[in-house]
């Protein structure tokens, strides 16, 4: 971690020099909140629930496998999701995402969604006209899933879902840009779920944690492999992502001793940047994964993790949607 993030995780003087903007911050944060509660600016109703998957701060939390785990566990319950995203790093037209699409025009996360097969995904910069468009194209939809979005109160929901990085949690608490915080901790009372990944919940939040020790080779997904069968190999691991120590640290509990490699989050990579000379396997997130298979050889293996949560939590959202429209 580098530069001003290297800031949210501590405190000290400096802080001093950037609370001002952080007040101002959180000024407008709060007015925008007030000005969309009270119908000055407008937002929008669709015409089946929604359910936002959120933060209330920077960097990954989760929220990705959380969304793919709701979507799975929705269709197993007869519903039929769609996933709507922004595509971060995309082109930010309005589309439909389909494993074959290019992570450059749709984004590395909804790529990684798509290519799970589990329900619908589109990508737009408008998340109401993308919702609209998905719905139109699948008439049978009966629940939007909105990866992030949050603070995107343009589109009405009626079902928020914040995921707080357990370890992490809230940096120093400070908003931004002294600290890592979009939003106020007192948000959380508005939300109608909280979700801890790793670390300890409190009554009343759900507990989530990712699993997975079974790798895949890039260039042929069915040939897969487990920690044994990297010993006494070479192993280095990249991740551009949200957290990548998360990455690390997971790698470490499945027994394999890598040399890490962190990259910023949404990380464009290239094949040459990837070379190193004494590596034997090079271990990659899913996320990763997608922006590197067109220039992947045979040392690329890639960690398939899903989310593990409370049960309690989709019993809770399957009651909270049923009212739709009541």
């Known amino acids: 971690m580098a530069g001003i993030e290297a800031l949210w995780y501590q405190r000290n003087w400096r802080h001093l020099l950037l609370l001002p903007a952080s007040w101002l911050f959180g000024a407008m944060a709060a007015l925008r909140r007030t000005l969309y509660r009270h119908s000055v600016l407008r937002s929008f109703k669709l015409s089946v629930p929604v359910i936002v998957i959120g933060n209330i701060s920077v960097g990954g939390t989760g929220k990705t496998p959380l969304t793919l785990k709701l979507a799975q566990q929705l269709s197993n319950a007869g519903r039929h999701p769609v996933i709507i995203s922004r595509g971060f790093g995309g082109n930010k037209a309005q589309q439909a995402v389909t494993p074959g699409s290019s992570a450059e025009e749709v984004g590395d996360e909804p790529k990684l ?31 939007i899933l909105c990866d992030d979005g949050l603070q995107h109160y343009r589109l009405q929901r009626d079902v928020e879902i914040v995921v707080i990085d357990g370890v992490r949690r809230f940096g120093n608490g400070y908003l931004l840009p002294a600290g890592p915080l979009r939003e106020p901790v007192s948000r959380l009372a508005s939300v109608d779920a909280v979700v801890i990944n790793g670390g300890k919940n409190t009554p009343g939040q759900y507990s989530m944690h990712l699993s997975g020790d079974i790798f895949y080779h890039l260039n042929d997904p069915k040939k897969t492999a487990t920690a044994l069968d990297f010993k006494n190999l070479r192993i280095h691991a990249i991740a551009g992502i949200g957290h990548p120590q998360r990455y690390f640290d997971h790698l470490s509990t499945l027994g394999l001793t890598v040399t890490p ?3 910023p989050d949404h990380h464009p990579y290239t094949q040459d940047e990837l070379i190193y000379p004494d590596c034997d396997a090079l271990l990659l997130t899913e996320k990763d994964a997608v922006k590197c298979a067109a220039f992947a050889d045979d040392k690329y293996w890639v960690l398939r993790v899903d989310a593990q949560i409370d049960p309690a939590l989709t019993e809770h959202l399957l009651r909270k949607i049923a009212t739709h429209g009541r």
């Open 261 to 263: 490699h962190a990259f």
């Open 113 to 143: 969604m798509a290519q799970r097969g589990i329900c619908p995904v589109w990508v737009g910069r408008d998340r109401v006209a993308t919702a609209q468009a998905a719905l139109q194209a699948h008439p049978l939809c009966d629940v």
